[in-house]
């Protein structure tokens, strides 16, 4: 944001390196051929950058891009597509095994999902498991492929470069403890 008089100004915690350290100096100014370090209450023409709150904020089901200007759905995070400009979208994936009480095949899934839940015990604990049981003699009319959609939403795919594909399946010990 470029100010030309004094007045509120946006305040700055996130500079690079050699940028104003926010020891009172949120702003710069040009000065020849290099930034000068200015407190954002100076009544000189300055520069400064917008707080991090000021970043879009995303709905239940979306990813914010680390930019912050953007978000995505997120079953598009870690699907081996570059959907955030910036490509946060497919950065620190970790996809994770879903367990077998699912009956889902050892596929790969990338937590939170789409409904916010970020374990498998919340997930197993909410209603939203209630949409993994169908089958004709449940008494529900449902699409014969309303399962594979469920379980989409519940557990989005994670995609994996195949060098790294560690498909298995979740099996429990007598400790509750889990492993592949």
């Not at 959609?149 to 195949?162: E, G, L």
């Amino acid at each position: 944001m470029d100010k030309t008089s004094p007045g509120p100004a946006a305040d700055w915690t996130g500079w690079q390196p050699r940028e104003p350290n926010s020891n009172g100096e949120g702003c710069v100014n040009h000065l020849g051929a290099g930034w000068n370090d200015a407190p954002c209450s100076s009544a000189s023409n300055f520069i400064c950058q917008l707080k991090d709150a000021l970043a879009i904020r995303c709905p239940l089901g979306y990813f914010r891009c680390g930019h912050g200007h953007a978000c995505t759905l997120t079953w598009r995070r870690c699907d081996g597509r570059t959907d955030c400009s910036d490509g946060s979208d497919e950065d620190g994936c970790e996809c994770l095994p879903i367990p077998v009480d699912f009956n889902l095949g050892g596929r790969l899934t990338m937590l939170p999902n789409q409904l916010g839940q970020t374990t498998f015990e919340e997930i197993q604990n909410s209603s939203a498991v209630d949409l993994l049981i169908s089958s004709p003699t449940n008494g529900q009319n449902r699409h014969p492929e309303f399962r594979e959609f469920a379980s989409t939403v519940i557990f989005p795919q994670c995609a994996v470069p195949k060098e790294n594909d560690t498909t298995c399946s979740l099996s429990r010990h007598a400790d509750n403890a889990t492993s592949c």
